[in-house]
């Protein structure tokens, strides 16, 4: 490779020139936190006035939402594969357009099987409409911008739950849960639809390996399939599932946790609350933490960090202040690790094959997430408290950590292509 095309930010094929890309961070970036908001956080906001206005119960309403998480997982798979050939704007345009009526079903079920029915199209949209294919797409037109594009992403999407979940109960006060979901849903898709359409409508063509530089060339040369079956790819598969169940088991439990080590529960929601303003310093930090690590080395330290700060939350003396600073503590590494977790197909085996082998990458991890509510619950009910199951998840990361230590080809990408 040439000096020229090391440095040089459009040297990866595919890439946009500085003025595109902006236009795609801005496009992507605007859309996610819609769908964010609209498709994921709205429930959080609005399931315990499904519940009271049903008489559905809880655990059957949290079942219709997971289901969504699981299949999202399995047409993620057949989504990424799609992306790596035509690109994002018809999958992301047509994913829109399927929110539609998933969301139409759910608000306006008049019983549980159609519940679960909007739910499992919702869940389908979810996978051509959230994170998976909005980092394949970054991950080809960014080119070596790609981090810096990343990171802008996940910071404003990362507001979704912000904006969304007190819109959601507002609108849940003034007309109740149903008029509220379709409120929502007209504005997703007034918004993400043309956006998607009109906004992603540049050039996709295809990578050629060759001109990746030679260590990822060499991996490129592989078929997706055959680094599908590698170890370096099983043992990052399993890394990434064990710390999605982790870390939304944590967070989903969080609250409950703090209140039985002795905080009032207001004082656990802003715990809560300020673990995500941790994410942002995590993310904004992200790009000089690449800089000056290996592929391997910084998906083991923020592994090892999400694992210390799960067991140091369970361990702490029940004081407000170091409690809130254990939850940013542990925020600041899953805002790192969303990253980590975005570029970690590129970073070992180069952009070529990304949507195929994000989509099996992040198939485990999304079934992992739906479970990790109900397994949080159930661990602190079997072993007596949730301080006990922090530890057991504790674990479950270290373990990842370890995982991680050898999820990684034997010659790494050179920086330049991080």
């Given amino acids: 490779m040439t000096g020229t095309a090391t440095h040089s930010p459009r040297a990866e094929p595919g890439a946009l020139d500085a003025a595109g890309l902006r236009r795609v961070v801005t496009v992507l970036s605007t859309v996610q936190i819609v769908s964010w908001g609209v498709l994921y956080y709205a429930f959080a906001a609005l399931q315990s006035s499904i519940a009271s206005d049903t008489g559905w119960s809880s655990v059957a309403i949290t079942g219709a939402f997971s289901l969504a998480q699981l299949v999202s997982g399995g047409v993620g798979i057949w989504v990424g594969g799609h992306l790596d050939v035509h690109g994002p704007r018809r999958v992301m345009t047509a994913a829109s357009l399927l929110a539609v009526p998933g969301v139409l079903g759910v608000a306006l079920a008049p019983n549980l099987v159609v519940f679960y029915l909007g739910w499992v199209v919702t869940g389908a949209a979810m ?13 080809r037109w960014g080119g ?67 001109d990746g530089g030679e260590h990822v060339a060499s991996y490129a040369r592989l078929s997706a399939a055959a680094v599908a079956r590698s170890g370096p790819f099983m043992l990052l598969t399993a890394a990434s599932a064990l710390t999605a169940l982790s870390v939304f088991a944590v967070v989903i439990n969080l609250v409950p946790m703090l209140v039985e080590q002795g905080l009032s529960r207001n004082l656990a929601a802003w715990a809560l609350g300020l673990g995500g303003a941790g994410q942002v ?84 991890a999304l079934v992992a997430a739906a479970s990790a509510p109900f397994a949080g619950a ?41």
Wanted: proline share 6%; hydrophobic share 60%; aromatic share 8%.
């Fill in 127 to 139: 996978a051509g409409t959230l994170y998976p294919p909005a980092f394949a797409a970054l991950t």
């Fill in 144 to 210: 070596a911008r790609r981090v810096r594009a990343l990171t802008t992403l996940t910071l404003v999407a990362g507001l979704a739950s912000t904006v969304f979940a007190p819109l959601a109960v507002a609108l849940d006060d003034a007309l109740g849960w149903r008029q509220a979901y379709l409120v929502l849903l007209t504005g997703l898709a007034i918004v993400t639809v043309p956006l998607h359409w009109w906004g992603l409508d540049h050039p996709w063509g295809p990578v050629r390996h060759a």
């Fill in 281 to 364: 310093l995590g993310r904004l930090g992200y790009a000089r933490f690449a800089a000056a690590t290996s592929v391997t080395a910084r998906g083991v330290v923020v592994l090892a960090g999400v694992a210390l700060a799960t067991a140091a939350l369970a361990l702490a003396p029940p004081s407000a202040g170091l409690l809130i600073a254990l939850s940013m503590l542990l925020g600041l590494a899953r805002g790192i690790y969303t990253l980590v977790q975005a570029t970690a197909v590129t970073d070992r085996w180069g952009p070529a094959s990304y949507g195929a082998l994000n989509g099996l990458l992040t198939a485990p």
């Fill in 378 to 418: 159930l661990l602190a009910h079997l072993l007596g408290s949730y301080a006990a199951a922090f530890m057991v998840f504790a674990a479950l990361a270290g373990v990842a950590a370890v995982l991680m230590a050898y999820a990684t080809p034997r010659r790494e990408p050179s920086p330049s292509l991080r």
